[in-house]
């Protein structure tokens, strides 16, 4: 077994796309371009590992999870999945890997139940009815899908049918599981359930998850984020580092009292003001800003009824990181 | 253990029931078309007073005619749509995360709706003609049928997995699809019989596949083509569906390449 259940190395990877022009003519002629969608990207994936694939649409998250998964060949580069070349060997690494692509590509079959569906998995991958039965009675019991995983998949709700493509994916207990958007417009109970299924198959199987979302709550399962931005990848670490890389200030949001005569600048020369109502004001400041002078003086004028200094969550990283990707490429420009 | 292509069977028989109604509609309806092509040669005979034209006389050609309508329910290249519509919509990437091989479970998942087709459009169909028409078939006309009929079946599909793959490039294969079926009925004798035709364009069409979609179960059926000829066609349809599928493998392998599972 290597320790390494996915190694890519520079991988590139194009696409043919098409772009229509302005009006009826336009849509008429449409040019075509190569878009690189990955240029040059190299990670790795430890066993027992949970990585979190981040990044905006289009960045390269989902190309990656199809070359990880076989589904796609890359221009250049290798990606190497549990010792083999997804590509040259899909079918045979398909009996080690799992792959969820969210409610974009669905393996349930939609007039059937999702019964249906695991017992199709069950004879593709040559499972015994013994393993089959104890599987499934563990995945009804984690994902809470015992009462809908009789009835037919287009009478389900979407966290239901995402409960269920997750546990026809694991069924034949993979080895590593690639989650492409796994939860994009589940309900929150679903969304826990998901990502309780994932940490419990991780601790007692030692299930690796390589999953791409835009849910924060996805994230926090993560040991590891990679961070990609249009094909390039920008981050590869822990959370905490992401946060400290990216995450160098605090919240710190200021109520004043019913009819003080605020002054605003004087109170926006602290930090940049992201929210500004009636009585309220929130800023992104030095997390010593408390040990400064300036804090001090803003509470001699009495205008303040009270104050709040937090860690900025990981939505207010990543968003703060993708504006200084932009500002610094518009500035390169 | 099983077959997993069993299992692709099993499971996409069991969706197909889903649409039953369906499927029965457009047995109905399908037949209508051969309907219309026996009125109209019916109209042919009448106005031009013959009895017969290149020797079919016509009651030969309405059996030819209900006879190619009831292959046609195999003669249509379903392989080519499921591929469109699993490029188009991305569904392609859900077959290809299983351990199975994307080509053989594109045709096995097609073989439900031929089989029914088959069981509940063709079989009544043939059973009926032949007791109406006082046809009479020998037992190796019957094997030669059959076999004939899974020529046709395998031909007409390899054909279509070939066009099905351009959806790689082009996504909306339709138009051409419509238009290469078009020419596969009226280059293989699904409008009328090919020896209707001049004899230089019959001897050019009778080396090309298309005469295998129609022309030779639906002779065979009717009795048009002569029984010592049938071996010699069918070795030919099998060296035809050998050669479509080889072409088929080479093309799935450079094709499959540049799929890009995105969907719309």
Same mark, same amino acid.
């Given at each position: 077994?290597?320790?390494?259940?996915?190694?890519?190395?520079?991988?590139?990877?194009?696409?043919?796309?098409?772009?229509?022009?302005?009006?009826?003519?336009?849509?008429?002629?449409?040019?075509?371009?190569?878009?690189?969608? =990955?240029?040059?990207?190299?990670?790795?994936?430890?066993?027992?590992?949970?990585?979190?694939?981040?990044?905006?649409?289009?960045?390269?998250?989902?190309?990656?999870?199809?070359?990880?998964?076989?589904?796609?060949?890359?221009?250049?580069?290798?990606?190497?999945?549990?010792?083999?070349?997804?590509?040259?060997?899909?079918?045979?690494?398909?009996?080690?890997?799992?792959?969820?692509?969210?409610?974009?590509?669905?393996?349930?079959?939609?007039?059937?139940?999702?019964?249906?569906?695991?017992?199709?998995?069950?004879?593709?991958?040559?499972?015994?009815?013994?393993?089959?039965?104890?599987?499934?009675?563990?995945?009804?019991?984690?994902?809470?899908?015992?009462?809908?995983?009789?009835?037919?998949?287009?009478?389900?709700?979407?966290?239901?049918?995402?409960?269920?493509?997750?546990?026809?994916?694991?069924?034949?207990?993979?080895?590593?599981?690639?989650?492409?958007?796994?939860?994009?417009?589940?309900?929150?109970?679903?969304?826990?359930?998901?990502?309780?299924?994932?940490?419990?198959?991780?601790?007692?199987?030692?299930?690796?998850?390589? =999953?791409?979302?835009?849910?924060?709550?996805?994230?926090?399962?993560?040991?590891?984020?990679?961070?990609?931005?249009?094909?390039?990848?920008?981050?590869?670490?822990?959370?905490?580092?992401?946060?400290?890389?990216?995450?160098?200030?605090?919240?710190?949001?200021?109520?004043?009292?019913?009819?003080?005569?605020?002054?605003?600048?004087?109170?926006?020369?602290?930090?940049?003001?992201?929210?500004?109502?009636?009585?309220?004001?929130?800023?992104?400041?030095?997390?010593?800003?408390?040990?400064?002078?300036?804090?001090?003086?803003?509470?001699?004028?009495?205008?303040?009824?009270?104050?709040?200094?937090?860690?900025?969550?990981?939505?207010?990283?990543?968003?703060?990181?993708?504006?200084?990707?932009?500002?610094?490429?518009?500035?390169?420009? | 253990?099983?077959?997993?292509?069993?299992?692709?069977?099993?499971?996409?028989?069991?969706?197909?029931?889903?649409?039953?109604?369906?499927?029965?509609?457009?047995? !109905?309806?399908?037949?209508?078309?051969?309907?219309?092509?026996?009125?109209?040669?019916?109209?042919?005979?009448?106005? /031009?007073?013959?009895? /017969?034209?290149?020797?079919?006389?016509?009651?030969?050609?309405?059996?030819?005619? +209900?006879?190619?309508?009831?292959?046609?329910?195999?003669?249509?290249?379903?392989?080519?749509? !499921?591929?469109?519509?699993?490029?188009?919509?991305?569904?392609?990437?859900?077959?290809?995360?299983?351990?199975?091989?994307?080509?053989?479970?594109?045709?096995?998942?097609?073989?439900?709706?031929?089989?029914?087709?088959?069981?509940?459009?063709? $079989?009544?169909?043939?059973?009926?003609?032949?007791?109406?028409?006082?046809?009479?078939?020998?037992?190796?006309?019957?094997?030669?049928?059959?076999?004939?009929?899974? $020529?046709?079946?395998?031909?007409?599909?390899?054909?279509?997995?070939?066009?099905?793959?351009?959806?790689?490039?082009?996504?909306?294969?339709?138009?051409?699809?419509?238009?290469?079926?078009?020419?596969?009925?009226?280059?293989?004798?699904?409008?009328?019989?090919?020896?209707?035709?001049?004899?230089?364009?019959?001897?050019?069409?009778?080396?090309?596949?298309?005469? +295998?979609?129609?022309?030779?179960?639906?002779?065979?059926?009717?009795?048009?083509?002569?029984?010592?000829?049938?071996?010699?066609? !069918?070795?030919?349809?099998?060296?035809?569906?050998?050669?479509?599928? $080889?072409?088929? !493998?080479?093309?799935?392998?450079?094709? /499959?390449?540049?799929?890009?599972?995105?969907?719309?």
């Amino acid at each position: 077994m290597p320790n390494n259940m996915v190694d890519a190395r520079d991988v590139v990877k194009s696409f043919r796309t098409y772009e229509n022009g302005r009006g009826f003519l336009g849509s008429l002629r449409r040019k075509s371009f190569m878009k690189k969608a =990955l240029k040059g990207v190299s990670l790795n994936v430890k066993e027992s590992e949970i990585v979190a694939l981040l990044g905006r649409n289009g960045s390269g998250k989902s190309t990656m999870i199809k070359l990880m998964s076989g589904i796609l060949y890359p221009d250049s580069g290798s990606v190497k999945v549990l010792g083999m070349d997804p590509w040259k060997e899909r079918t045979e690494l398909a009996r080690s890997i799992g792959v969820i692509f969210g409610s974009t590509h669905p393996q349930l079959f939609w007039d059937l139940p999702p019964l249906d569906t695991f017992i199709y998995v069950r004879e593709i991958y040559g499972i015994s009815q013994r393993d089959y039965d104890s599987r499934l009675a563990y995945l009804k019991r984690i994902l809470n899908i015992d009462k809908v995983y009789r009835r037919q998949t287009r009478q389900l709700s979407l966290g239901e049918r995402m409960k269920c493509e997750f546990a026809a994916s694991i069924l034949h207990m993979p080895k590593i599981v690639f989650m492409d958007e796994p939860t994009v417009g589940v309900d929150l109970p679903s969304r826990i359930a998901i990502s309780r299924a994932v940490l419990d198959l991780r601790e007692k199987f030692g299930t690796t998850f390589v =999953l791409t979302t835009h849910v924060v709550d996805d994230i926090t399962i993560a040991d590891r984020i990679i961070l990609l931005d249009k094909g390039r990848k920008l981050f590869d670490g822990k959370q905490e580092e992401l946060k400290r890389r990216f995450g160098k200030y605090a919240i710190l949001e200021l109520y004043f009292k019913p009819g003080a005569n605020v002054d605003y600048p004087k109170y926006g020369a602290l930090g940049k003001v992201f929210s500004k109502k009636d009585g309220y004001m929130g800023l992104k400041v030095n997390p010593d800003i408390t040990k400064s002078e300036a804090f001090a003086e803003i509470f001699k004028d009495g205008s303040i009824e009270d104050y709040r200094l937090s860690e900025p969550g990981l939505s207010s990283i990543l968003e703060s990181t993708y504006r200084r990707i932009d500002s610094s490429k518009r500035s390169e420009k | 253990m099983k077959s997993k292509y069993f299992s692709v069977f099993k499971v996409f028989s069991k969706n197909l029931m889903a649409y039953r109604a369906e499927i029965a509609l457009d047995a !109905v309806f399908y037949m209508l078309s051969s309907l219309v092509m026996v009125v109209v040669w019916i109209a042919v005979y009448h106005f /031009s007073d013959l009895t /017969s034209i290149s020797g079919i006389t016509i009651s030969s050609m309405t059996v030819y005619l +209900f006879a190619i309508g009831s292959i046609g329910f195999l003669s249509w290249p379903g392989v080519a749509n !499921v591929l469109e519509s699993d490029m188009r919509s991305g569904e392609i990437a859900s077959s290809l995360i299983r351990p199975i091989k994307y080509p053989y479970a594109t045709f096995v998942r097609e073989i439900p709706e031929n089989l029914i087709f088959s069981f509940a459009g063709t $079989l009544p169909i043939f059973i009926i003609i032949y007791i109406i028409a006082g046809l009479h078939l020998t037992a190796m006309q019957v094997v030669m049928l059959i076999i004939e009929m899974v $020529l046709a079946y395998l031909i007409i599909n390899f054909i279509g997995f070939i066009i099905g793959s351009l959806a790689i490039y082009i996504t909306d294969i339709y138009g051409i699809l419509s238009g290469v079926t078009w020419a596969f009925s009226l280059l293989g004798g699904g409008i009328m019989p090919l020896l209707l035709y001049p004899k230089l364009f019959y001897g050019i069409l009778m080396l090309t596949p298309f005469p +295998f979609l129609y022309y030779v179960p639906g002779g065979t059926f009717t009795g048009i083509i002569p029984a010592a000829q049938l071996p010699g066609l !069918v070795a030919e349809g099998a060296i035809w569906a050998l050669v479509l599928l $080889l072409i088929a !493998v080479v093309v799935w392998k450079r094709v /499959s390449r540049d799929i890009n599972a995105v969907g719309v």
